[in-house]
């Protein structure tokens, strides 16, 4: 009970920071937590003995630990935190694919994931994998018509649209996937700015991309591990550290907090 | 007043959450290109490296009826039923539809844990996507047996347009398993170990390959129960339409036409109200 007490108090700092301001999307008191069948022994010295797991190896990994805050329209959120921490977990959380084991998030849209991949074939030619992927992002068969050349164009893969997807090299195959995903527009969007991908030349022109879709969407979230762009383009920074929040707030502090505990 | 409240107040949305029923379906029929296009898409992509392509569509099954046909019908000698290789043929190409729908179906989502994990739509997509693709292959697998029916000297006859309405039943009785197939793997995994067993246990106790009614002959009661299997309706229903001199009591129409509705409804229910626990990784 002393928890909901707390969030109440969060609360009030929160109505107070809003200025007003309409908020798009809030998490209230997220829990994830996976269960996952263990192979070998745990790790000697973790302090798991063979009692605590719960039975047959099943191990459970308490991946977040009641996160709570609130996003406003337009602002661009950058998420940090180490391999590990739970960014991932929290990012696909908020898009609702996977659920959480306690507490909610609410949204005044379904947010995105900018990421198609899953959906692709490698067998098929990347002309399908176009329609493939363009049909899983939710548009229709006339939209893609109309997207198929700039989607082809940005990917610069004309001369090979036509080969089978798994001839082709890695970064041509990242290009096409990237492409599929950019072509779609967002409300509230998550961008893993590892998905700028490619030669130095295609890096440059997808990070533009990312930047314009950016732009264009409501409430983006970026996670990143550059700070550079952390700081590039957000507005507000958090840092999400053994699945739990934190810090929360300006830019500049939360990530030079962050860099001091990484010295 | 908690963040909850807060966020209703707001008119914000739970994310993830499971919309109702009718706006689920109505979703889902959004999808219905998604649907088609992925299940055309793998039926092309999994051929795509064989010499003989989609020959294999027809290949396959020939020679299951082939080596089931040799095997059975020197097992059974005399008591096999009339018009062995014909009864053998339709028997043996239908039970494929079912099987390949039940199989895939139960692992339409546990096989897509990539898809599922990273983009949004309605999951019932899926299932319904895997049995669309077997449909698309029965299609020309049942032109296929129309051919060999007549080159084994059936006549062809008004009544093989009642395949039409068999196989739209048929589909739909399908659809409900595969759904129900699809929810029960996601909680136990273990079951896709015991779904070939469980085909096998359906091949023979359907009638695929010997008639229920010789071999069972002198216990009447069990030949009783066998108008309520619902593939042994649809084999009997399939060889009288298309077997010169076969009949089969008409109201397997109505008995498997049942059995389908109330498969299909359940299956739909049974997958919906989950819908939330499929991106789950555990």
Redesign the interface.
Known sequence: MAESTKTGVDLANQDASANGRKPVVVVDDLHVKYRVYAGGKPVKGTGRSLLKRSGGGIREVHALKGVSFTAYENESIGVIGSNGSGKSTLMRTLVGLTPPSDGAVYASARPNLLGVGAALIPDLSGEKNIQLGGLALGFSKQEINGLRDDIVQFAELEEFIDLPMRTYSSGMQARLKFAIAASKQHEILIVDEALAVGDQRFRKRSEARIREIRENAGTVFLVSHSMKSILDTCSRVIWINKGVLQMDGDPKEVVDAYQETKK | ????E???R????????RPSLPRYLADAWG?R??AI??AK??I???N??NRLGMLWIFIKPTLNALLYGAIFGILQGASRPENFPMYVVIGVFLFEFFSTSMNNGAKSITG?G????????PRITLPVSTVIQQLMTLVPMLGVMVVYILLLGAPITVEWLLMIPLVAVFTMFNLGVALIGARLTVHVRDLTQLLPLFTRILFYTSGVLFSIETILASHPWAIALFDYHPLHEVLSIARGALMPGVDYDPMYWLYFSVWSVAVFVAGVLFFWSAE??Y????
Do not use: I, T
């Not at chain 2, 707001?10 to 959450?17: I, K, S």
């Not at chain 2, 990539?114 to 739509?121: I, P």
């Open positions: 007043m908690s963040l909850a807060y966020a209703d707001n008119r914000l949305h739970r994310v993830g959450a999808r290109d998604f296009a992925m898409y793998k092309e992509a999994s795509q490296r897509n990539a898809l599922v994990q990273s983009l949004a739509f939330e626990r991106g789950r990784v555990d």
